[in-house]
C-alpha cells in the first residue's frame, strides 16, 4: 500500500488550506462561543465538492474514494473539529446510507441536492434512552395506506435542526429484533417533523446537534430505503465506513495539535533555550508523533479495504479506537506543552482539547470500538 498522497489528496488538502484561511480560521472561536453553525459554510463546500466527496459524478459528487474522503475531513478539522465533523456526518452518514441502500430514482432525487449543499442532510439512529443500545429503540412506523406513520424521538442528531432531509431508523417490527428495523428518508416540511432541542455541548460547537421530533409524521412507501427490517443491518453497514469518518476527524484533531504544540516548543524559551530542549517536552512530541503515525496507518487501511469492497468491520473500528483516543491524547498533551497560555482561549489548543472527547464516544463509544474488535478477532 502506498500512503503517499496523491494528486487528488494534495489538490484537496490545498484546496481547503486556502479557503479556510479566508473563511473559517478569523471566525472559528465566534462559531465556538455562539454554538452557531455556519451553513453558508457548508454551501460553498458544496461548490467545491466536498459535501459529495464519495458521490459518482453521475449524482453530481466528486467520485473520489476513501483516500480522498480522508484528506478532505481531516484536512477541515485541522482548521475547525466541528466543521470537520459536519462534513463527516452529511458525507458518510445521511448522503451515505442513500448511496449505499437507495435506489436508483432514490438516489437520482436526493444525492445531487446533498452532494451540492443546496440540501443539508440528517441521520437518525440514537434516542434519548437508547444509545449503545440502538436495539431497543422505541421510535416506530407503522403502515398506513400507502404511507408510513412515523412516531417518536430521535436525539444527538447532527443537523437535527438545521438539516434539509433526514435518514431515519425506526421500528416496524418487535423491540430487541435486529431485523425489525426499517429505515426512512423524511424531507424537512414535512407535516409532524420538527426539530427539537438543541444541545449545549462542550466542543464541536460549530457542529449542531438536536432532537428531531416525529408525530404522527406521514412518509410515502417510496422513501423507504431498502425493504422492511433491513433498518438495522444497513446502520451498522452504514456505521462501518462511518467509523471511518470518525478516524480521519481524529486525524485532523491530533495533527492539528501536533502541529501547534511542536511550533509551540521551538518557539518558547525558559532557562535561555526553547523548551524542545528538554526532554521531557521532546518525548510528549515523540510520542505524539508516533501515535499519530500509526492512526494514519490504521485508517488509510481501512479506506483501502473500504475502496477495494472488502470487509473491514474490524479495521474500521481499530482506526476509530485508537485515532479518537490518539486525538484526546495529543490535545491534552498539547495543552500541557503549551502550559497556561494552552488554558487559554488565545490559542486554538484549548478548543482542539475540547473537541477532540466527541470522537471517543460518536458513532460507536471506545467500549463499543473494543467490543466489536474483539468479536471479530474470535471469528
Not at 264 to 290: C, H, V, W
Amino acid at each position: 500500500m502506498d500512503f503517499e498522497m496523491n494528486e487528488n489528496q494534495s489538490m484537496i488538502a490545498d484546496m481547503i488550506k486556502d479557503f479556510g484561511e479566508k473563511e473559517i480560521t478569523p471566525f472559528r472561536n465566534q462559531w465556538d462561543d455562539d454554538q452557531e453553525f455556519p451553513v453558508h459554510i457548508f454551501k460553498k463546500f458544496g461548490e467545491l465538492g466536498l459535501m459529495g466527496v464519495l458521490v459518482p459524478q453521475e449524482y453530481g459528487g466528486s467520485g473520489f474514494g476513501y483516500h480522498e474522503y480522508i484528506t478532505a475531513v481531516s484536512e477541515v478539522a485541522k482548521l475547525d473539529p466541528g466543521i470537520g465533523l459536519s462534513v463527516a456526518a452529511h458525507n458518510s452518514l445521511c448522503t451515505g446510507h442513500i448511496l449505499q441502500f437507495g435506489t436508483e430514482a432514490q438516489k437520482q432525487k436526493w444525492l445531487p441536492k446533498l452532494a451540492s449543499a443546496e440540501w443539508i442532510g440528517a441521520w437518525g439512529l440514537t434516542e434519548p434512552n437508547t444509545g449503545s443500545d440502538a436495539g431497543n429503540m422505541r421510535t416506530t412506523a407503522k403502515k398506513d395506506g400507502n404511507d408510513w406513520v412515523i412516531n417518536g424521538t430521535k436525539n444527538w442528531i447532527t443537523h437535527g435542526k438545521s438539516g434539509d432531509v433526514a435518514v431515519v431508523i425506526v421500528r416496524t417490527g418487535e423491540v430487541g429484533d435486529s431485523h425489525g428495523m426499517t429505515a426512512f428518508v423524511v424531507e424537512r416540511g414535512t407535516a409532524g417533523f420538527k426539530a427539537g432541542k438543541k444541545e449545549d455541548k462542550l466542543g464541536m460547537r460549530s457542529s449542531e446537534t438536536a432532537e428531531m421530533i416525529f408525530e404522527d409524521c406521514r412518509v410515502p412507501e417510496e422513501n423507504m430505503l431498502g425493504n422492511v427490517g433491513e433498518g438495522f443491518v444497513q446502520a451498522m453497514k452504514v456505521l462501518d465506513g462511518g467509523r471511518i469518518s470518525i478516524a480521519a476527524l481524529s486525524l485532523g484533531i491530533a495533527e492539528g495539535a501536533f502541529n501547534e504544540a511542536l511550533k509551540y516548543a521551538q518557539e518558547r524559551e525558559q532557562f535561555n533555550q526553547p523548551i524542545f530542549n528538554f526532554q521531557g517536552i521532546s518525548f510528549k512530541l515523540a510520542d505524539m508523533a508516533t501515535k499519530l503515525e500509526a492512526a494514519k496507518l490504521l485508517t488509510h487501511q481501512a479506506a483501502q479495504l473500504k475502496n477495494e469492497g472488502k470487509p473491514m468491520t474490524k479495521e474500521s473500528a481499530m482506526a476509530k479506537y485508537h485515532a479518537s483516543e490518539c486525538a484526546v491524547e495529543c490535545a491534552t498533551e498539547a495543552v500541557q506543552i503549551f502550559g497556561g497560555y494552552g488554558y487559554t482561549k488565545d490559542y486554538p489548543v484549548e478548543k482542539y482539547y475540547r473537541d477532540s472527547k466527541l470522537c471517543t464516544i460518536g458513532e460507536g463509544t471506545s467500549e463499543i470500538q473494543k467490543l466489536v474488535i474483539a468479536r471479530q478477532i474470535l471469528r
